[in-house]
Structures are given as C-alpha cells and as structure tokens.
C-alpha cells in the first residue's frame, strides 16, 4: 500500500467513506457479543437488587455496598483488563472471550455460597478478572467485521446489552428472591440458602453453557476491513505477560528498575503520591478498603503508563500521549460516575424509601430500564454515525448530550416521594446518558491504528472504570452512610462530576477531528513501521 493510500486510511475511518455491504454473519456474530454482554451486565448488575438483603444478612453499611459494586469489581477489572487488551491484540479474540466468560460466570455462582463479606468481595474480584475480557475483545472484533461507516451503529448495538443484561438484573433478582425466600424462610435445601445466594447462582450458571457456543464464532483477519491487514503475532503471550508483570503490584517496581535508575525513582515518586493520597483520603472518610484499592489501582495504571511509552511509544502517543484521546475517555468518565450511581442504587432507594417490592421493580424499574438503555445506546449510535457524515466532531456532540440531559432527570427521580414519577424519572435518565456510550467508543476507536484497538478499548475502560464505576457508586453510598442513611441526597451527590466532563468535551470538540485525521501521521512520526 502507498503512503497516500496509508494516509487516507484515517481518514475513510473518521468521516465514513464506503458502502460495501456487511454480510449476514457480521450480524449474526454481532448478536451473539451483545448476549454476552447481557449476561455481563446481568452478572454484575443483579447486586443491585440484591443490596438491601446483603446488607442486612451481612450487617454492612452502604458504603461498603457502594465499594463491592463499585471499586471491588473496577480495580481488577481495569487492571487486568491492560494485559487482556494486549492479548486482544495478539491473540485469538473469541477464545479469550469465551474463557473469560467461564471464569466471571462460575465466580457469579461462587457468590451465592459467600457467608461473609470478604468472601463476597474475593468473588466480586473474579467477576472483574473475568469481565476484563469481554469488550477488548469484542471492540476489536466488531472493528474487524464492520466498515467505519457502521462501527458506531455496532458497537452501540454491542453496547445495548449492558443496558439489557442491567434491566433484566433486576427482574430476574426480584423473581427469585422473593419466590425462593416464600419457599424456603428458613434457608434452601442446599445448604441453607438463602434469597439472594440463589439469585447469584441462578445467573451464573447459564453462562458456562454460553461459553461454548463462542467458541463456535469465526475469527476475522484483524485489519483487513480498513485495508491496514496486521499479521498474527507469533508470541501472542509474550506481550500479555509482560504488560501484566507492568501492571500488578509489586512487580511494577522491577519493570521500572529494569528500564533504568530514571525510571524507577519516577516510579517510587508515583507510589509515595497514591500511597499519601490513599492514606490521607482513608483518614479524612475512615473508609480502608475503598482508598486502599483505588491506591494501588491508580498507581499500577501510572506504571503500565510509564512502561507503555518505553516499550510501545506509538500506542502510548496515541493513547496516553494524545490530549483527545484522554478528553474523551475522561468525559465519558463522568458521564459513568454519575450513570452507574443512579443504576445500582435506584432499586435499594425505591425499596427503602418509597417502599416497593423487589417483583415490581423488576418490572416496573428493571424492564423499562432496559427498554430505556437499548433505545438510548441505539439511537445515540445512529446519531453519532449520522451527524460525523456532517461534521468532524459530530460523535463528541452525541457525549455531551448524554452527560448534560440526564441531569434533570435524575433529579426529579431522587427528590420525588410519587413512586411512578421515579420510574418516570429513571426511565429518561438511562435513556439520555446512554446515548453517549456508542459515540464514546466509537471516537476512541477512530483514534488508534487497528493493531491497537484491544488496547484502547482497555485504556478506554479505565476512565468508565476507576473514574465512574470505581468512585461513582462509593461516593453516593458513603454519603448516605454518614447522613442517616439518606439515598436520595447520596446519587444527587455524584452531580458534582458534570462540570468537570462539560470542560473535557468542550475541548474535545475541537481536538478529536484533528487527531482523527492525523491518525498514521503521527504513529508514524513515534516510530510505528507503516
């Protein structure tokens, strides 16, 4: 290929130039990533309805609940999800789903026989372990199996399942909860359990079954869509390991003693700032757990960060090292602080506040959610794919809609006391923030080279992750925790992140079509041999 055809490539991506058909498989495979995904979503989601029974069999506050559904889950999710968007990069990307999906399915049912809370939150870190594989590899592959001119549209159909597997969360917890624990008040046959452990083993389970039918799936040739085909690489695990030796604690300091004396006093300096940081934090809130992992979890980022510009500078250049690329995952970071606040807790505060029971919020505020998501997710793909045909940052738009409309909405939902104008305030909130997810994805997608997608979706993650599922959750649940148990003033609390994402995607309207159309020029000028 010539460098004018190499040049043009970016550009075929950023402004959806060519019509060839998609075929029929790429629809059918799409299908079966986005019911991996509900069960995803399902998996991680059912904790909600299931709060206020935890709480009360395990005698926790909701700052803890806060942090098992949040920080839990996102520290290991993000951090793993580093070497496993490496090895989405160089391996095969359906078998790696599929053993992730074993492995977060059977730590879901592992959950239902938890006695205590460090057992639970030792199995919510298996979800996030195994949960880190699904989406570097399915952007990758839907990448690979659609044009740039639908990758959007796909990939906010992909992403409809979070919103699905979220919904249906709650109808099925509610369903078995309420029928188990009317069957058995006393406890299972099983060895005695109860409503909610069989809620964790009921979704867990299928998932195994699911597993098998991925592998069925054909792996498409990476690239070849964009007319950038990669070869396989030869090691594929070469790369995991050593980004996963850069990335867990305390082999991080080795990596950065090996790249010289520089680098490891820079990284000491970071470790002595998120120690200081988690401390100070820890004494201010008197919460251990919560700043303990988000310590270390900050710092491994910082040190995969530092290890990526020595060993791989073109993708850190256009990851890390690209003011664009870090708006838009920032952004879209607080668009999932404030978003996946409102989803855990609207079920423990309908049932605690309004007084409703878990059956009829599995219908009433599960299902419309998922009704909600999907047509959100959906229709802010289609018009992030339809307004880049007429400007550069027409995506970026789509974000900003999704991180301002919502906020009245979650207002009216938390300080009304009429049950239906909640789920009326619920629904439009879910649908609106949504909206912002396929354009997120698919702007940071358009920002890298195809050898690169798993990882950026990884480094995408992060922000949705550490930022907004990490802190979002906690800090509404810490709020209620030490103001009487006050729900409604604890999700309003996570407001305070909207300014913060207003100021990002402001600057990223003018930095993505730049960065998007200068995508090989500057891998190029860091080195990347094209």
Same mark, same amino acid.
């Given at each position: ?10 550009? &075929? ?5 060519? +019509? ?17 995904? #509900? ?10 309805? =299931? ?46 789903? *599929? ?5 977060? !399915? ?30 570097? *590899?399915?952007? !990758? =592959? ?17 992403? *409809? ?22 069957? $058995? ?101 008197? #919460? ?6 988000? @310590? ?24 890390? @090292? ?23 807790? @609207? ?29 959100? #997710? ?44 909640? $789920? ?14 396929? +354009?997120? %994805? ?50 309003? !609390?996570?407001? #305070?992140? %909207? ?18 159309? *200068? ?8 080195? &990347?041999?094209?």
């Amino acid at each position: 290929m010539s460098q004018a055809n190499d040049a043009a490539a970016p550009t &075929e991506a950023a402004t959806g130039v060519g +019509a060839d058909k998609v075929p029929a498989y790429s629809w059918y495979a799409l299908s079966v990533l986005v019911l991996i995904y #509900v069960l995803n979503f399902i998996d991680r989601q059912i904790l909600s309805i =299931l709060a206020n029974d935890i709480k009360a069999d395990l005698g926790v506050e909701d700052d803890y609940l806060g942090f098992l559904y949040g920080t839990a889950f996102a520290v290991f999710y993000a951090l793993f999800g580093i070497p496993l968007g490496r090895l989405a990069d160089s391996w095969k990307r359906i078998r790696l789903m *599929s053993i992730g999906l074993a492995l977060w !399915s059977t730590m879901t049912a592992l959950s239902g026989f938890a006695k205590n809370a460090t057992t639970l939150t030792v199995a919510r870190i298996g979800v996030g372990v195994g949960e880190a594989t699904a989406s570097p *590899s399915a952007y !990758s =592959l839907i990448s690979d199996w659609f044009p740039a001119r639908l990758r959007a549209t796909a990939l906010a159909i992909y992403s *409809s399942g979070l919103y699905i597997g979220g919904g249906i969360s709650l109808l099925i917890g509610g369903l078995v909860v309420e029928n188990w624990n009317a069957a $058995y008040p006393d406890g299972g046959p099983l060895v005695g359990l109860v409503g909610w452990q069989a809620a964790f083993l009921s979704v867990g389970l299928p998932g195994l079954a699911l597993a098998l039918w991925v592998l069925t799936l054909r792996e498409p040739v990476r690239g070849a869509i964009d007319g950038l085909m990669t070869p396989e690489d030869p090691e594929p695990f070469r790369g995991f390991f050593r980004e996963l030796f850069q990335v867990i604690p305390p082999f991080t300091i080795f990596g950065a003693a090996a790249r010289g004396t520089g680098a490891l006093v820079l990284n000491l300096l970071g470790a002595a700032f998120f120690a200081a940081l988690a401390w100070t934090l820890w004494r201010l809130t008197g #919460v251990f757990e919560q700043w303990l992992f988000l @310590g270390v979890g900050y710092y491994a980022v910082f040190s995969w960060a530092m290890g990526l510009r020595a060993r791989d500078l073109p993708t850190f250049k256009l990851t890390w @090292g690209s003011p664009a690329f870090l708006c838009i995952i920032l952004g879209y970071g607080t668009v999932a602080f404030t978003a996946y606040a409102a989803s855990y807790w @609207g079920a423990p505060y309908a049932e605690r506040a309004l007084g409703v029971n878990k059956t009829d919020l599995g219908w009433f505020l599960g299902a419309p959610a998922a009704v909600a998501g999907f047509l959100g #997710v959906i229709l802010g793909g289609r018009m992030a794919d339809y307004l880049l045909e007429r400007r550069p940052a027409g995506r970026v738009w789509v974000i900003l809609f999704g991180l301002v409309t919502p906020l009245p909405a979650m207002w009216l939902a938390y300080t009304t006391d009429d049950v239906v104008l909640f $789920y009326i305030g619920a629904f439009l909130a879910q649908m609106l923030s949504a909206a912002a997810l396929g +354009a997120a %994805a698919a702007s940071s997608q358009a920002l890298v080279l195809p050898r690169m997608r798993g990882l950026a979706t990884a480094t995408f993650f992060l922000a949705t992750t550490l930022i907004g599922l990490g802190l979002g959750p906690f800090m509404a649940g810490y709020v209620s925790a030490t103001n009487g148990d006050d729900l409604s003033l604890g999700v309003l !609390s996570t407001l #305070v992140a %909207a300014p913060f994402g207003l100021v990002l995607l402001i600057a990223a309207l003018k930095l993505v079509p730049q960065a998007a159309a *200068s995508v090989v020029e500057r891998a190029r000028a860091a080195g &990347e041999p094209i």
